[in-house]
């Protein structure tokens, strides 16, 4: 297939899925049973893996086709087949040898073969190094022995293994010769092809509800001594021969390369829930009026109101904003996987650092922000069918999921503090942490240049990484390494998010600087910039005046700018988002809808309960006479 950049595939998506003979015609699940639910979000998951099969799609384009997860439309209730997709055909195709892709992948690309990425046990998922499931190599055999010691090292969350996957990708601790070699992955046939059943020795299930995303169908899996050939430990890194010797890998965390890659699809993905929670407030915030008629005798328009404008409009250009470095970081991983494949790891320490905080911050602010904006559409948007719950219950896994946010920040800090103690290899050219090791850019403040803020950033992440550093070498002097690690804990945290914020600030001046064919784009470019900057002053002063040389007249002076650049920002704000492109079925909110008709879409979903299909619902009486007696 050729390749076609983002808005191509966009369009040619946007007709391919919305217009699909098994996809097309939608239902409202919010009625349905848990096992309704599950297999009316099944079989459109598999339509659309039919589709990504029949179309050919490369992975930028499934990436898009996936992103639909979030919507309304495709798997509205959460993807049983999203780490099918996301994470087990990639951990095969990056971790299996050439022999084992050819043994797999047709039975995986014909539907055969389902799996899932089963790593996180009921007490390990943060610590890797920590799991507890077993796999012996006995060389008489030539088999692992797969084991699950105890309840507590029971796989537990894997999405799609509860009821849907018949193979899983389990990693698991490898012995040889009576040796832990630590982690590394194994392809594991957990139910009969046919029947579906639990193979012997398999234990398996689904976990139970959840915050959201119910249709995932995150499982549990125990082993009871299952023996597995040798040729299924993926053997494109680390060997096991068959006598038992063992080849390490090239990278000693080559086996976590499909969680580096999650951690990017996961950043670009929660920018479109960001998106869509921004459309559906945008929409709402001008169809809505409430409060004393004004001179033309109408009720005001919630989004005239300042404080409504500061609850929605800086999210409107954080999506600009975030969707500029999380594409890039996307691309960024991309030549890096190239280039490991190629046998040179030397960039995959920054692109793990940079795949953990854009993560972390992308999904904590993507989730702060959704629930900024459905409080913002009042009670309304407490509603099921606002969509809003859903998107902040999609956005809030990410935060947890591929990577508890903290636990990733430290990794960026633990190479943040190295880049500044210069105890790593010197960063690459084009590297994102050049600038601890030059001076601080010393652009004067002012409000209104954008390129003073971006410096001022620039200090802030500066300033944080060289304290922390220097804090923690301090402490190393006169107590173990571990608790001076732990001193310092919340200042890595925050070290590690402000280098976030200066990445995705200077992707974003790039984007800004390049020349447009149009002016109006490019100043629209620059404002969406300035309220972006303005607001990321405005929700960390302290860090301003501390590290990025800001005065108090300063700040004060910032937070009149940002509250005048909304005002600006405030008649742009449906073109915004317009530009989205976002169909209202996949939007699939009361809220949200393109025409505005709010109050109508409302009281027909409320048509669907069932407790309105009898004026007086039997269970009513029942209920009634069991509390009597
Ligand atoms: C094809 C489809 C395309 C797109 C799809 C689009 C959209 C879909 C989007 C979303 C999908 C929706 C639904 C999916 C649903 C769910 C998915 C979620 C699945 C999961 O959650 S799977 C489980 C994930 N688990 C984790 O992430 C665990 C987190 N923990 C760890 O990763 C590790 O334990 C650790 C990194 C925290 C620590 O590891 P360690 O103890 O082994 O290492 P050290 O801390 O000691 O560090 C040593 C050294 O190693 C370096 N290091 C660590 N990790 C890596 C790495 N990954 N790569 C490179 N280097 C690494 C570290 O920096 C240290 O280096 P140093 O030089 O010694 O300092
Ligand atoms: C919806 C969903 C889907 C999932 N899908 C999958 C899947 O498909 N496959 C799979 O294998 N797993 C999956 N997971 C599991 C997920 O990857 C883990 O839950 C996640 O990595 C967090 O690990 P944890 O649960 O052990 O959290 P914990 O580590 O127990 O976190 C609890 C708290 O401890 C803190 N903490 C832990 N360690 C440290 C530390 N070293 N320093 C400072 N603070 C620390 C954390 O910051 C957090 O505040 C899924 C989880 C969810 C919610």
Redesign the pocket.
């Known amino acids: 297939m050729v390749s076609r950049n983002r808005s191509q595939v966009k369009d040619h998506l946007g007709s391919k899925v919305l217009n699909h003979p098994e996809l097309r015609n939608t239902k409202a699940t919010e009625y349905m049973s848990h096992e309704e639910k599950y297999r009316y979000n099944l079989s459109r998951a598999t339509a659309m893996l039919k589709l990504i099969d029949e179309e050919g799609m490369d992975?930028n384009e499934?990436?898009k086709v996936?992103?639909h997860?979030v919507s309304g439309f495709t798997t509205p209730d959460?993807?049983p087949l999203?780490?099918h997709?996301?994470?087990f055909?990639?951990t095969l195709m990056n971790q299996a040898d050439d022999d084992q892709v050819s043994r797999w992948l047709g039975d995986v690309f014909n539907g055969t073969i389902v799996g899932t990425?089963a790593?996180?046990e009921l007490s390990h998922?943060?610590?890797?190094?920590g799991l507890r499931t077993t796999a012996t190599y006995d060389p008489a055999s030539r088999t692992f022995d797969l084991h699950t010691p105890d309840v507590s090292a029971a796989k537990w969350?894997?999405?799609g293994l509860g009821t849907t996957a018949n193979h899983a990708v389990v990693m698991a601790q490898l012995y040889t010769d009576g040796q832990p070699r630590g982690?590394h992955p194994f392809m594991v046939a957990i139910r009969d092809r046919e029947t579906h059943r639990p193979l012997p020795g398999i234990t398996v299930g689904e976990i139970g509800p959840k915050l959201g995303?119910n249709t995932?169908n995150n499982g549990y899996l125990l082993f009871d001594h299952v023996k597995v050939p040798r040729e299924n430990m993926l053997m494109r890194n680390a060997r096991v021969n068959e006598d038992g010797s063992y080849t390490k890998p090239s990278?000693?965390?080559a086996s976590?390369?499909t969680?580096?890659f999650?951690?990017v699809?996961?950043a670009?993905?929660t920018v479109d829930a960001l998106q869509i929670a921004a459309t559906i407030a945008a929409r709402y915030s001008i169809v809505r009026r409430q409060g004393e008629p004004r001179d033309d005798g109408q009720e005001p328009q919630i989004i005239d109101y300042q404080t409504q404008q500061l609850k929605v409009l800086p999210h409107i250009a954080a999506c600009y904003v975030l969707r500029a470095s999380t594409a890039r970081l996307w691309e960024h991983h991309t030549h890096v996987t190239s280039e490991v494949r190629g046998g040179d790891t030397a960039l995959?320490?920054e692109?793990?650092?940079t795949a953990?905080c854009l993560k972390a911050l992308v999904t904590q602010d993507c989730s702060e922000a959704i629930e900024a904006l459905r409080l913002s559409c009042g009670g309304h948007g407490y509603m099921t069918a606002s969509r809003l719950p859903a998107l902040y219950a999609y956005a809030t896994?990410?935060a947890t999921?591929?990577?508890?946010n903290t636990?990733?920040l430290?990794?960026t800090a633990?190479?943040l503090v190295?880049q500044a103690g210069g105890s790593?290899a010197p960063p690459a050219a084009g590297s994102a942490v050049t600038y601890l090791s030059r001076p601080a850019d010393d652009t004067p403040f002012a409000v209104g240049s954008p390129a003073a803020y971006v410096a001022a950033v620039g200090r802030v992440a500066r300033g944080r990484v060289t304290e922390v550093a220097a804090a923690l070498q301090a402490d190393r002097q006169t107590m173990p390494e571990a608790d001076a690690w732990n001193q310092s804990l919340v200042q890595l945290v925050a070290a590690a998010l402000a280098h976030g914020r200066y990445f995705v600030v200077r992707e974003f001046a790039e984007v800004v600087s390049q020349q447009s064919s149009s002016r109006a784009i490019q100043q629209m470019l620059q404002l969406l910039f300035s309220v972006y900057l303005a607001h990321a002053v405005s929700r960390a002063e302290g860090d301003f005046i501390t590290y990025g040389g800001l005065t108090p007249s300063d700040i004060r002076l910032n937070r009149r700018h940002l509250l005048r650049l909304l005002a600006e920002l405030r008649p742009h704000m449906i073109p915004l988002t317009d530009a989205f492109d976002l169909p209202d079925r996949l939007i699939n909110s009361t809220l949200g809808a393109w025409d505005g008709d709010v109050y109508r879409r409302m009281f027909e979903q409320a048509s669907h309960s069932p407790l309105n299909t009898d004026e007086v619902p039997a269970s009513f009486h029942q209920a009634m006479l069991r509390s009597k007696l």
Request: proline content about 5%; aromatic content about 10%.
């Open positions: 992975v499934i990436s996936m992103s997860t959460g993807n999203a780490v997709q996301v994470m055909v990639p990425y790593q996180t998922g943060t610590f890797v190094r969350w894997p999405g982690i995303q995932l990278h000693q965390k976590y390369g969680m580096v999650t951690r699809a996961i670009l993905d995959l320490p692109l793990h650092a953990c896994a990410g999921y591929e990577g508890e636990v990733l430290l990794q633990r190479y190295k790593h």
